[in-house]
């Protein structure tokens, strides 16, 4: 009974490089939420999406960052040209369809590192 | 618009307990809990989704105030388990995005 999946644990990119984080949601669930965290700080919401669709993107930043949840495969985020205040740890969540009335199920996040 | 929570931090003792606050401006339309402990995931506690509303898992509990704008969460003859940080959670803009709160942080001694 797999959870939430996400790959890699750690990922480590020298600037200017890009950066793919993958998210395999649980079985049933077809929303993803992804979510960036600072040490000590709280979750940042960056997007919403289903399958083949991006409800909301409004926390994620217009330039260098992408996301997508394709009707196969799991959902990826993008960040192109990377700079180091890029470096956080990276959630993401699955949920049954049900906006905002089911639970969000998170994965072990990503933890980006920039040199 | 993020929720506000209270206290930011609280220190405990095996056995007590504590209340932690959510608030909004605005009526919520649903309130998630969420623990997460240094370096894990959040884990999803509970969910209030009608005003007015209490729910119960084991000793902790929460209530949803009947205008919707604030929730509670009560942890009672609290465990060295319950150590980590606390998040409630909402859906803004009808459910498009989701925002949590800053997080209280619940540290209990043995």
């Known amino acids: 009974n797999a959870g939430v999946m996400q790959n890699p644990r750690h990922l480590v990119r020298r600037r200017g490089q890009e950066a793919r984080l993958r998210c395999s949601p649980m079985?049933?669930?077809?929303?993803v939420y992804w979510y960036r965290q600072l040490p000590e700080e709280g979750l940042k919401f960056m997007v919403y999406?289903?399958?083949?669709?991006?409800?909301?993107e409004s926390g994620m930043p217009k330039e260098r960052f992408s996301a997508e949840f394709p009707k196969e495969g799991p959902s990826i985020l993008r960040i192109q040209q990377v700079v180091r205040g890029d470096s956080a740890a990276y959630f993401c969540?699955?949920?049954?369809?049900?906006?905002?009335?089911?639970?969000?199920?998170f994965g072990d996040g990503t933890r980006l590192s920039i040199l | 618009q993020q929720p506000v929570q209270s206290p930011q931090a609280v220190i405990l003792r095996e056995g007590e307990d504590a209340v932690i606050n959510c608030s909004s401006s605005?009526?919520?339309?649903?309130v998630h809990w969420y623990r997460q402990k240094h370096g894990e995931a959040p884990i999803f506690l509970m969910i209030?989704?009608?005003?007015?509303e209490q729910k119960g898992h084991d000793k902790i509990s929460a209530s949803f105030n009947e205008k919707k704008q604030q929730s509670s969460l009560y942890l009672t003859a609290s465990q060295l388990s319950y150590s980590g940080t606390y998040f409630c959670?909402?859906?803004?803009?009808?459910?498009?995005?989701?925002?949590f709160g800053p997080g209280t942080r619940l540290s209990v001694l043995p």
């Open positions: 079985k049933g669930h077809s929303h």
């Open positions: 999406l289903q399958k083949e669709n991006i409800i909301d």
């Open positions: 209030l989704l009608k005003g007015g």
């Open positions: 959670g909402t859906p803004d803009n009808y459910g498009q995005n989701f925002v």
């Open positions: 605005k009526a919520l339309y649903s």
């Open positions: 969540a699955s949920s049954p369809p049900g906006q905002g009335n089911q639970p969000q199920h």
